[in-house]
């Protein structure tokens, strides 16, 4: 089946509306792929269909970084970039009851840390600068130097109040729907992969970000959701946030009850675990 699909992306010069043949063309999600649709049926390939309508640039659309301006000024402004630390606690929600709290501690510029309570015992995760490691009981595992700073990088763009910052080459993507809100898109591609984030055009909130993975098999979306924001200490944070990825095991709910900016954080927490004694 991966030859077929690459053979078709070589060889087969057919209009599939920029869309490229990929595993989900035939099987959309199931194990057998259905050769007969389900009547009636909603449209034709003939018809537009809700998602084919090309993104509407409007007259007066601000400009890339007037969106992030205002997205900063939407978190807090100064009091958002002058963050020096972050404690978040809650509950991580995933498929097959795997449901457990969780607490994670951010502190400028790099470390982190996330302590998981799960069924098994308590898992720690630690970043100080290029160094890491995960602490499951008593067993200790270092993370390569690379891992760690994408670890990190990661966390921030997952729990820091600004999410995402203006680079090079982003473009102005039109409006679309983000549930009932318009929202501003804003993508940023590269060979490796495809960013769009969405802008709340009235709050100025990061709402979602969608990234398409591009391998030679077939491009790989990833989504992140930010929502339920609330103002803690002058700034603005989104107390759920969900991650959904192309398996269903691989996403999840973060829910948090409690966010603290700015609280004095121990370094001795980002310090490497000690292994207890067998």
């Not at 659309?61 to 404690?87: C, H, N, R, W």
Request: overall charge neutral; some cysteine.
């Amino acid at each position: 089946m991966m030859q077929m699909v690459l053979s078709i992306k070589a060889n087969d010069k057919v209009d599939f509306r920029e869309n490229p043949v990929t595993c989900y063309t035939c099987h959309r999600g199931q194990t057998k792929p259905v050769g007969l649709p389900p009547m009636p049926l909603a449209k034709s390939a003939h018809e537009p269909g809700p998602g084919d309508a090309a993104p509407i640039v409007r007259p007066g659309a601000p400009s890339v970084d007037q969106i992030f301006a205002d997205y900063v000024e939407a978190v807090g402004g100064s009091a958002a970039t002058g963050t020096k630390t972050l404690v978040l606690k809650g509950k991580r929600e995933a498929s097959q009851d795997r449901n457990w709290p969780n607490e994670i501690t951010l502190a400028s510029p790099d470390k982190l840390l996330i302590v998981a309570t799960t069924p098994q015992g308590t898992v720690r995760q630690i970043v100080n600068g290029d160094k890491g490691w995960i602490m499951n009981g008593t067993n200790v595992r270092s993370l390569e130097p690379a891992a760690a700073v994408e670890a990190k990088r990661t966390s921030d763009e997952l729990f820091n109040i600004v999410k995402v910052r203006p680079s090079q080459g982003m473009r102005l993507g039109g409006m679309q729907k983000v549930g009932e809100r318009d929202a501003y898109v804003v993508e940023n591609a590269t060979d490796a992969k495809t960013e769009r984030y969405y802008f709340d055009s009235q709050t100025g909130l990061l709402l979602r970000k969608i990234t398409i993975n591009k391998t030679l098999l077939m491009p790989f979306p990833e989504q992140l959701d930010f929502e339920d924001y609330r103002d803690v200490d002058g700034v603005k944070v989104p107390f759920t946030i969900r991650y959904s990825g192309i398996d269903t095991y691989d996403s999840w709910t973060r829910t948090f009850t409690e966010i603290k900016r700015n609280v004095a954080v121990e370094d001795t927490l980002f310090a490497t675990p000690a292994v207890p004694p067998k």
